[in-house]
């Protein structure tokens, strides 16, 4: 068995997105579950729509999801020189070959095979044969190289995830390897990277599965071995559509701005298409001790964002106190938050984690304690009513003794609306409201006790 050797190699006209990032995870816990090596490419030969900034967007996301390579990142305009190699090794030995079609005679060919309702493509007029006499070279059409495609048979490969596919070699007609100005193509130059990097699995998505007889067969040509395929199908929204910006089609880093831990993240992308029985949850060790291709689904995978944030939340609570603070202080200082001047902000954070699934949520919950709160008049009108006034006035007065720390505080609550007949909601929710502005909050005892005795008998007494 040779040594196993995956590769990531996105094009940066863009963010690295949801479905570029699924592919390089199952192609780096690939590497990883059989000890080979993990390889990044960028593929940048789009020159127009390719930019430095989208190179760095995928580095960072690469990063932020923890997707360490082993080699690379090796860019594709900084082996022009080697492909060009390449293609005149091709020219010599005949598997390809100089053509001087214009444009206007594609177009021409084009409508005439529409026409005709055939399927448009080139006609191999430029293609050498035996026994077929070529008009000579016009020289003021700079020539496009074709790669000689085989005519007759079929390309196969058993396909790790969709089983075994053929197209027939007369479907495929002779691909542009390099244009009039000498740059390769896409398809030509994936394969002689694939060939010179020693490529042994290429797992990527379902939409190259049409380039993949082309690349087997110009791999042949080289005399390259042709890796192993595995296509993974597509990523529908939460609605079943296409993925789109709505829902999960946004940069990597999106999810790291709004609030999600990189383990979640991981973890949600691990089952998108891939299973290990119910295994829903699971660290980044365990999956890559698990990762097989064999259990990738050939169906759809869906997007479901409430699972997602499930799992950030699920995240959230395993992370320790002191590193999840850390990062909501981040959070909080981005936004001009003094923390100092307030509760701990561990003990706010421990309070609020159980009810927050993302870090934005968390950060929003205890910034109310490092801000000025004003209750909504409307809200607390409404819950603050006649007969909660004096339950709310004898709470005051106990504060002032009580021993503080949450049990007895929480002693003092029950002391207080059953002295006066009430049920908890009719004194906690007006606590609540007075001291954090909303109506949602954790329990009144350890949400007095962490804010402080002073702070909150000078709220509460504003409203008596």
Known sequence: MKPVRTRF??????????????????????????????????????????????????????????????????????????????????????????????????????????????????????????????????ADIPPVVRFKNPKDGVVAWDDQVKGRIEFANGELDDLIIARADGTPTYNFCVCVDDWDMGITHVIRGDDHVNNTPRQINILAALGAEVPTYAHLSMILGDDGAKLSKRHGAVSVMQYDEDGFLPEAVINYLARLGWSHGDEEVFSRQQFVEWFDLDHITASAAQFNTEKLLWLNQHYMKLTPPAELTARVKGILAARGVDTSAGPDLEKAVVLYVDRSNTLNVLADAVEVFYSHVTPNPELLAQHLSAEALPALADFVAGLATVAWETPAISALVKEVIGKHGLKMPKLAMPLRIILTGTAQAPSVDALVEMIGRDHVVTALSKHL
Request: proline share 6%; hydrophobic share 35%.
């Open 9 to 138: 190699a996105p094009s940066p006209t863009g963010y690295l997105h949801i479905g570029g990032a699924r592919t390089a995870l199952f192609s780096w816990a690939y590497a990883r579950r059989h000890g080979g090596t993990f390889i990044l490419r960028i593929e940048d030969t789009d020159v127009a729509r390719s930019t430095p900034e989208a190179v760095q967007a995928i580095l960072d996301g690469m990063q932020w999801l923890g997707l360490e390579h082993d080699e690379g990142p090796f860019y594709q305009m900084q082996r022009m020189e080697r492909y060009k190699e390449v293609i005149q090794q091709m020219l010599a030995n005949g598997s390809a070959y100089y053509c001087y079609t214009t444009r206007e005679e594609l177009d021409a060919l084009r409508a005439e095979q529409e026409a005709k309702k055939e399927k448009p493509r080139y006609d191999g007029r430029w293609r050498p044969e035996a026994g077929k006499t070529l008009p000579a070279a016009p």
